[in-house]
């Protein structure tokens, strides 16, 4: 008897079902977030198990290692291409966790990709690299805001990051305003340390690799963006083409068609987000350095608003990044934007 397994994982449990062939439920019980119980409720089940479905939550790490190392058959559900039957009058968890494994009886289950476990964390850091650069961000433009406020000053932001806790009475003369600029900036040195500190334990990691090098060769894109690229694509072979890649980068438009018109939007958020910022900032920076691109992109500002234009050069820099790690060929511009 073959059996399928959906599991509906919560922050604390998880319901699991199991069903057979005929859809008929074999097994459901809902356990503790903790291994140990999982694998001994599963084990009587295991030669019979087809494969188990986990939903793509926040929290999917360590189930889905822990049964892949006690042999399990496990496949990651895209829930964003996921969705019951809206007419349906009743839903919990039990007829969530039975639905993943219908649709891992039919065949028909969209599914997310594992990323490999020995570089989930890299990719995990970069991504946390990211949010101290934003937490940085919103802390260098409140000093700059609380300066403005008090002095009438606007100072630039390459003065900003130059100010010393003593040279903030320059501007600043009131004791609790000067308290204030003094957290922001000893918050600001903070995450900067903190950032060289990610980038070092990032860098490390991807400096050797062959793909990390062919990436470094696109105008635009430098160690950081590389980096993201690289861990976010991971291995380029699970996409089945370049138009799939593009897709996942979040450089395709995202329309519903009818009789040629326009009738609303797909889910443009489908995809990598981190990924899709890469290739926007790459873009940003190749028409400001590369001639080539440049003069692409203002050909394309004379018809279209400047974010299209942006995004244009993006999905050609994600195509080309397709071909380069497919063949293991460096950057040429002028295949690229011919």
């Known amino acids: 008897m073959t059996l399928y397994g959906g599991i509906d994982l919560h922050c604390n449990n998880v319901l699991i079902s199991l069903i057979d062939d005929f859809d008929q439920l074999v097994c459901e019980k809902r356990l503790p977030n903790k291994l140990d119980t999982i694998r001994s409720h599963l084990q009587p089940f295991k030669a019979d198990v087809c494969a188990l479905v986990v939903e793509s939550t926040y929290n999917w790490y360590w189930l889905v290692d822990g049964l892949q190392d006690e042999g399990f058959d496990v496949r990651l559900a895209n829930t964003i291409a996921i969705k019951q039957y809206e007419g349906i009058k009743h839903t919990n968890d039990a007829s969530d966790a039975r639905y993943l494994a219908q649709l891992l009886r039919l065949g028909i289950l969209p599914e997310g990709h594992v990323y490999p476990r020995e570089q989930r964390a890299v990719r995990d850091l970069l991504r946390r690299r990211l949010l101290l650069v934003q937490q940085r961000v919103t802390q260098h433009l409140s000093l700059q805001s609380l300066i403005a406020r008090h002095s009438g000053i606007r100072l630039p932001s390459l003065k900003v990051k130059q100010l010393t806790s003593e040279s903030l009475s320059e501007y600043l003369i009131q004791p609790a305003a000067l308290t204030s600029a003094r957290i922001f900036l000893e918050q600001m040195n903070s995450l900067n340390q903190a950032v060289k500190e990610l980038e070092l ?34 291995s380029i072979s699970r996409f089945a083409g370049v138009g799939n890649y593009a897709s996942y980068a979040r450089c395709v438009p995202s329309e519903r068609l009818s009789n040629g018109k326009v009738k609303g939007r ?3 958020k489908n995809g990598n987000r981190y990924l899709a910022l890469a290739f926007m900032e790459a873009a940003h920076y190749a028409t400001i350095w590369e001639p080539t691109i440049k003069r692409y992109y203002q050909r394309k500002l004379t018809k279209v608003h400047k974010m299209v234009a942006k995004k244009t050069i993006a999905n ?7 071909h380069m790690l497919k063949n293991n060929q460096p950057f040429d511009v002028h295949r690229a934007f011919h």
């Open 201 to 234: 334990a990032v860098g490390v990691q991807c400096l050797a690799t062959q793909e990390y090098k062919l990436l470094n060769s696109i105008p635009g894109v430098g160690p950081i963006i590389g980096q993201s690229i690289l861990l976010e694509t991971g």
């Open 316 to 322: 050609k820099l994600a195509r080309a990044v397709y």
């Open 266 to 268: 797909g889910n443009r």
